[in-house]
């Protein structure tokens, strides 16, 4: 049976529920059982149903007649993992016991939450390596239970406490929605359909719930009662809370059978893109009788490929008929241009793979200049091989997170919106914020066209405005980005980079160090030769962190081409003459992802990259140029640095370097702010080596800018720390 995937991340919303405890209440739990149904939903599962007496515990049933009795509890925010004691508190091995012995003691008997397991309850908890539970405490076990050794070591042989976390309350849904598009997407569906899909499948399982819980034992009563009925197959408790997984099948296939549909109409809060529009027109030659390439257009998840594309067909739909053909997957592609050209729809289940392709290939598409395909949603170069022509009469426009195709096609990057189209689609939504306001709201986002959507739909829906929305980010900005709704886009701004960083690392575990390293920079072209030639900064136990030994390895071109080769695939990192370009929205979530306890770490290793790179050593490492490349991704990085708390030595190092920076080329007062700051740090870790010349440099930016008072205190310092006493003198 396919198990389910680790937690998602998020602002958890129903803080405490206080109203009555009818379905409503069990939201999450009918999710739970919606995502195990997702990852078995293939016709290769074992499983062939599912039953549910209340969706806190549910049964499933195999092909070879075995069954798993599953419970499931949420845990709130602030909740700490299950303990022993919170399990026995709250009846979880008993119930299981109670079911299981009734059962004649057979069956699998698991329990799953969103929160982990601490020390006390590890040894009941299974995993990969450790499929079934440790014996070593069967005697507690025995003795809370009130049976013998021997029962409780036999129940313990049925007894499955999952180790992988659920996803919480506020994530279930995005997960589920994203899985279920993968699901989709092997059966040949449309996953743009996955948002739909999943709620007739939560509905269903709704239904088929009991409508209010019962008492514990009448509940433990009645699951036995169900259970005995799956095990015979029949009985009265089958028809109405038995669900096949052949009908969820259905019930997905019939929302996302995929065919071409025809563009919308002209978007009214569409804004900008009016270069890359010119350019559609001059690449594609509307109307006229010369075959062209395809375009494809590419960029991040949310950047507003396909809304582009859309606008540009319904604003010329005079000149052209225009089909948007799904293209999540090779077989959906094969399936929608198999329709357009003159197929008769086709049982999308079986038609997969070379299969697929070969009956696209059977119905030739047409020859038409007045046609427009745009082939949506590429995320694998693979996709498109053999089916889109090179050059042909129809025109053709392809959206996809991939940077490129194939060599034959014309690619066009597409950019962020700048920030007076930004605010203008803010206004249009947010009419009675201030332009100022709604200014500082499209800074967060830096253009990212979908997080402006969400920000809007979020401040609409939760009736905030634009500062009380800003608050919002300001504490908690990722989960935000999870938040606030879309047309077209069921999967928000945060889950889907999220979920494409996964794929990255999964395919080339370089991806880390080069991600972490773009996101720790400034959202600023950074030159690939930072990781050319690396040093390693002896930490305080002697030895390099793990997280310097992975940015090492970067060192390997051939590591680093692969490493931005994964990213490039889903645009999350650019590669442009020399350069890595990385959206601040990227940045975020990737800085988020990180383990808490790995960041400092990570900021410091970045801080080390950083400065070695701007030779920091010399005097001469203070040229224009050299600040020019280096200076705000210095800034950026120590800025982290210091909210993570990392090395307070490389701190100071990083901000006397800002500080002379200004210094030398730039703003006087803030020289003055960087080197203060420094010094500051210097005296808290108590840095005597390095602290006179940042003194000296701090009084001279002082000098210059016309603080003689201040000035005069600092090479008062500078004098009393230095050893012996020396004479000040004003840098050049």
């Known amino acids: ?23 409503a209440r069990f939201e999450f739990q009918d999710a739970c059982v919606a995502l195990r149904c997702i990852h078995n939903l293939l016709q290769s599962s074992p499983v062939v149903g599912v039953a549910l007496e209340w969706s806190t515990d549910y049964i499933l049933l195999t092909k070879g007649g075995h069954w798993e009795l599953v419970s499931v509890k949420h845990r709130d925010p602030g909740q700490n993992d299950w303990s022993y004691a919170e399990l026995k508190k709250e009846n979880v091995l008993r119930d299981l016991h109670a079911v299981w012995k009734q059962m004649g003691e057979v069956g699998e008997y698991v329990f799953e939450s969103n929160r982990g397991f601490s020390q006390t309850a590890k040894p009941f908890v299974i995993d990969a390596t450790h499929p079934e539970a440790d014996h070593r405490d069967v005697g507690i076990l025995a003795r809370d239970l009130g049976i013998d050794g021997d029962e409780a070591g036999r129940f313990l042989d049925h007894l499955r406490l999952r180790r992988q976390p659920l996803p919480d309350r506020s994530s279930i849904d995005s997960v589920a929605t994203i899985d279920l598009q993968s699901v989709m997407t092997e059966l040949g569906l449309d996953p743009m359909r996955a948002a739909d899909a999943y709620q007739a499948i939560a509905a269903r399982i709704a239904a088929a719930s009991t409508q209010r819980p019962l008492s514990p034992k009448a509940r433990v009563d009645r699951m036995t009662g169900l259970m005995r009925d799956v095990a015979a197959r029949t009985g009265p408790s089958l028809a109405e809370h038995y669900i096949p997984i052949a009908d969820l099948r259905r019930l997905v296939q019939e929302i996302g059978t995929i065919a071409p549909r025809a563009t919308l109409a002209v978007d009214p809060l569409f804004v900008g893109r009016t270069t890359l529009m010119g350019m559609l027109d001059s690449h594609l030659g509307l109307g006229s009788d010369q075959a062209v390439a395809p375009v494809v257009l590419s960029g991040i998840p949310g950047i507003g490929k396909s809304a582009l594309v859309r606008q540009y067909a319904a604003t010329r739909s005079t000149k052209i008929e225009a089909w948007v053909v799904p293209a999540d997957s090779r077989a959906a592609l094969a399936q929608g241009l198999y329709e357009i050209g003159g197929g008769a729809p086709r049982p999308v289940e079986r038609e997969t793979g070379d299969r697929a392709s070969a009956s696209a290939a059977q119905a030739p598409l047409p020859e038409d200049p007045y046609l427009l395909l745009i082939i949506d949603g590429v995320t694998d170069p693979a996709t498109t091989n053999g089916l889109i022509p090179r050059r042909s009469l129809t025109r053709f426009v392809i959206t996809s997170t991939a940077t490129h195709l194939d060599d034959a096609f014309v690619h066009l990057q597409v950019d962020p919106l700048d920030q007076a189209d930004s605010v203008a689609y803010l206004y249009s939504v947010l009419s009675d914020e201030s332009p100022d306001m709604l200014a500082e709201v499209a800074q967060v986002f830096a253009g990212h066209p979908l997080g402006l959507v969400q920000a809007a739909s979020y401040c609409r829906s939760q009736r905030i405005s634009a500062s009380g929305y800003l608050q919002r980010v300001a504490a908690a900005q990722v989960p935000l980005l999870d938040l606030g709704r879309a047309a077209d886009h069921p999967t928000p701004t945060a889950t889907a980079i999220r979920e494409l960083f996964r794929i990255a690392v999964e395919s080339e575990p370089a991806v880390i160090p080069l991600a972490v390293a773009m996101a720790c920079a400034a959202p600023e072209p950074l030159p690939e030769m930072v990781f050319e030639r690396q040093i390693l900064v002896q930490s305080e136990d002697g030895e390099p962190s793990p997280a310097e030994t992975q940015l090492v390895s970067l060192t390997d071109v051939l590591v680093r081409d692969r490493a931005v080769a994964a990213l490039h695939q889903s645009s999350l990192v650019v590669r442009e003459r020399d350069e890595l370009h990385i959206h601040p929205l990227v940045q975020s979530v990737i800085k988020d992802t990180m383990p808490a306890g790995d960041r400092a770490a990570w900021a410091r ?17 203070f040229t224009a140029s050299s600040s020019r490349r280096f200076g705000a991704h210095i800034a950026a990085c120590v800025e982290y640095a210091i909210s993570e708390e990392s090395d307070p030595y490389m701190v100071f190092v990083a901000l006397g370097w800002l500080g002379m920076w200004q210094l030398r080329s730039g703003d006087l007062h803030i020289a003055v702010s960087y080197l203060t700051r420094s010094v500051e740090v210097g005296r808290r870790v108590t840095l005597d080596e390095g602290i006179n010349e940042v003194l000296a440099r701090l009084a001279t930016a002082q000098r210059m800018a016309g603080m003689v008072d201040e000035s005069l205190a600092t090479v008062d310092e500078w004098v009393r720390v230095s050893d012996p006493p020396r004479r000040f003198r004003t840098a050049a």
């Not at 970045?606 to 490492?621: G, I, P, R």
């Open 605 to 621: 290793a970045c801080l080390v990259l950083l400065l070695h790179a701007a030779n920091t050593d010399q005097d001469d490492s």
């Open 1 to 23: 049976m396919s198990e389910i995937p680790a937690s998602g991340a998020g602002l958890y919303r129903d803080v405490h529920n206080t109203a009555p405890p009818t379905r």
